[in-house]
Each structure stands twice: as structure tokens, then as C-alpha cells.
């Protein structure tokens, strides 16, 4: 494997993976996975999909690269899809999550120059998010784990309790810029907003005019059973950050502003592959299998299927304590570490990851069939009963 090779900055499974149909993965020896993590909610249709490889076969061979100093049929139509189903003006383009929060946090620092004193550039966070891994969204990010090496960080930034109004009610000033919430937090443990506590937020960001911007490039396109995860809690922030499931295995990202939130002038931002007529291509036949063909109409009935088995699981085995998320976006929340279930869920041949120390993550495709959700549940459930009778004996 590349271990000679690459830089250490993960811990990788001992698997090498060569390919993928729909839910399933095969290594180089043909052994076969089910795959709940999707890249980590980035697979939303699932591997090889044939409108993706029909997408990037066909605009291949039309053009793949052009500066952003020209206009591509592509990437208009992909913006007028963003803001036909979205409450949003403007898009700009880049190519992952972390980007598209940068570029949200300099929409915000701008905004805070244009409307407000030279003191209104801070930006609140909440504790246990997570943004990205490039300085800026580190900097913006509520946990110092990923933080503490690479000090010191962007300033200007103060963070607050998720779900608790009154920490935010206590920190915002007129020197905010802006609030970024993960409408369901991702790596901080899957856990999900409360709506009052959005519904809140936002009162209290137009109070002090700042902007509030929701980081849904975990939750967004899809994940929480709604096109947009705002749409899951009735809240419409003023920017949106997108990325993972936009292109569905292409590397794109997206961030979706208001009026008001729509500052940029020439010279002010830039990405040079952002908006690509590739991922452009790709991402516009992820939209039309998400909505036109139905995928994005059967999350709810699968989160439910889920949650239903979970939580008669939990009935049997008590070490089980919750189960969190929305949609596809789900973690079980465990008294065992997930570092254990997932091991083990390896080696029965089913892919699922950790968020936080006790939280197992599933974030399969959406497009996973009833069947393979069932088989998926199957193998955790020999889990939890191999894992019940080792704690027995210990
Ligand atoms: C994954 C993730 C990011 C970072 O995205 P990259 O594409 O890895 O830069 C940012 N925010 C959230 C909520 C994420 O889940």
C-alpha cells in the first residue's frame, strides 16, 4: 500500500479499495463491503453511479477546464438550479467544504467592514463544530483537538454552547460579523440543532446584524431528508455552505448567499477550479436524480426504517443510549467506543465510522435500498451481541 509514501495524516484501514457499484466496495482481492459511510456523506448517489459516468463521459468530450474569467453554459445552469430551489441570490463556486467556508468567512468579514465599525469582524462559533482544516475554517472550528498544533490561528473568533440561546445571547455584540451553525453537527457526534435554538439565532443575528451562516456541506444536498438541511428546521440563514454530496464523488463546493450576504466585487474572492464545466456537469446529475428521479423523496422513509430498528436495539442492549441526526445523517450514540463497533463492523464487510468518541456515524447512500439497509442492520446487531457478552464477561 502507499505507506511509503504518503504523508501520516490519517489513520487509514487495512484495505485497499479498487471498486464500487451502488452501496458496494471491492478491494484488490474482490472481497466485498456494504458501504454506510459513502465517502463520508459524500456519495450520495452511491459509487459509479450511471448518470454520474454518463455526466463525466459526455462533458469530457466537450471541455473540461476554463478560467472563471469566461461564462460556461454549465456553470450558469448549475447556479440557477442552486437558487431555483433554494432562498437564496448568488452562488460562487470552489472545490471542497472547507473552501466554501473561507469564502463565507470573508463574505463576513467583508460585510462587518461595509456595515458596521472596524470593530465588527468577530465571528461566533459553536463548541464542538467542525469547519474545515485550512486555517480559516480551523480558526472557526469548536474543537481544540484539531486546533492545538498549529496555534496561532485566525483571530477574532469566540464560540458558544450548542443549542444554548442564552450562551449566544450573552456573546453577540455589534462586533459580530457572523454565527456559523452545522444544522446537524458532523464530526462533532452527529447531533442536530433544536429549532427553537435556530430559530433564535436568527432573531438575534438580525438584531445585531450579523449574518448567520449554516455549514451544511455534511448535512446539505439531501442528507437530512430535505434538499437543504435549512429546510429541515424552517430557518433560511443568510449564507449556505455546501460541498461533500454536491458533486457525488466530483469535487465541488458551493456557497449559496442572500441579498444582503451577496458582497463580493471583482478582485474580492476567487477559486481557479471552482465552477468547472466537469463538476458542474456532474452536479447538475446529481440534482436531477435527487429530485426529478425520486432519490431525495425516499430518505424519510429509510431514516425511519432506521430509526425503528435502532431503536429496538436499544431495547435489547443497554449500553445503546440514543439515536441522533436526521435522514441519512445518523449516529448511535453508545456507552462502548464506536472505535470498537466499527472494527468489528470491518471485519464482518460493513463500512460505518465513528464521530466523536462514543458515536457510530451512518451516512450511506441516499439511494441504498431497503434491502441493503436491513442487511446492514443484521450485521450490527451481531455486533452489539458479541460486544453485550464481552462486557458480561469482563
Ligand atoms: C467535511 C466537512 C468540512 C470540510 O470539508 P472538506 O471538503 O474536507 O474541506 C466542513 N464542514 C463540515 C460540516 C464538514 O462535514
Not at 463556486?93 to 463576513?108: D, L, R, V
Not at 429541515?232 to 464523488?249: E, N, R, W
Not at 425511519?304 to 435502532?310: D, G, R, S, Y
Amino acid at each position: 500500500m502507499g505507506k511509503k509514501y504518503l504523508m501520516e495524516s490519517y489513520t487509514r484501514f487495512d484495505v485497499n479499495f479498487e471498486k464500487g457499484i451502488g452501496t458496494k466496495l471491492y478491494d484488490i482481492e474482490g472481497k466485498e463491503y456494504l458501504d454506510f459511510v459513502a465517502g463520508v456523506a459524500v456519495n450520495c448517489l452511491g459509487h459509479c453511479h450511471p448518470a454520474i459516468v454518463k455526466a463525466l463521459d459526455e462533458q469530457s468530450k466537450k471541455l473540461i477546464h476554463v478560467s472563471n474569467l469566461y461564462w460556461t453554459p454549465t456553470q450558469t445552469e448549475l447556479a440557477k438550479k442552486l437558487i431555483q430551489y433554494s432562498d437564496h441570490d448568488t452562488v460562487f463556486f470552489c472545490n471542497s467544504g472547507t473552501e466554501a467556508n473561507e469564502t463565507a468567512i470573508k463574505m463576513a468579514r467583508k460585510y462587518g467592514k461595509l456595515t458596521g465599525d472596524a470593530e465588527k469582524y468577530e465571528i461566533i462559533t459553536m463548541e464542538n463544530s467542525f469547519h474545515g482544516r485550512t486555517l480559516g475554517s480551523l480558526s472557526i472550528t469548536g474543537q481544540t483537538k484539531y486546533q492545538k498544533d498549529f496555534m496561532p490561528l485566525m483571530g477574532g473568533v469566540s464560540s458558544v454552547r450548542f443549542n444554548d440561546i442564552d450562551d449566544l445571547q450573552k456573546k453577540i455584540s455589534e462586533k459580530t460579523c457572523a454565527v456559523i451553525i452545522e444544522p446537524i453537527q458532523g464530526e462533532g457526534g452527529i447531533i442536530k440543532a433544536d429549532e427553537t435554538f435556530l430559530v433564535e439565532a436568527n432573531k438575534l443575528c438580525k438584531e445585531y446584524n450579523a449574518l448567520l451562516i449554516f455549514d451544511e456541506v455534511q448535512c446539505g444536498i439531501g442528507r437530512s431528508g430535505d434538499l437543504f438541511a435549512y429546510q429541515s428546521f424552517g430557518v433560511v440563514p443568510d449564507i449556505v455552505c455546501l460541498a461533500k454530496g454536491l458533486g457525488g464523488g466530483f469535487p465541488i463546493g458551493a456557497v449559496l448567499a442572500n441579498e444582503k450576504a451577496s458582497i463580493f466585487k471583482p478582485g474580492d474572492h476567487g477559486c481557479t477550479f471552482g465552477g468547472n464545466p466537469l463538476g458542474c456537469a456532474v452536479s447538475l446529475a446529481v440534482f436531477k436524480e435527487l429530485i426529478e428521479n425520486g432519490v431525495l423523496e425516499g430518505v424519510k422513509e429509510k431514516e425511519q426504517l432506521f430509526k425503528a430498528e435502532i431503536e429496538k436495539l436499544m431495547l435489547q442492549y443497554n449500553f445503546i443510549k440514543k439515536i441522533d441526526g436526521k435522514g441519512l445523517m445518523l449516529g448511535i450514540h453508545l456507552e462502548v467506543e464506536a472505535k470498537k463497533i466499527v472494527g468489528k463492523a470491518f471485519e464482518k464487510g460493513l463500512l460505518i465510522i465513528g464521530a466523536g468518541k462514543n458515536i457510530v456515524r451512518i451516512v450511506p447512500p441516499l439511494n441504498i435500498t431497503t434491502d441493503e439497509i436491513k442487511k446492514g442492520l443484521e450485521i450490527l446487531q451481531e455486533i452489539f451481541k458479541e460486544v453485550k457478552s464481552e462486557l458480561e464477561l469482563a
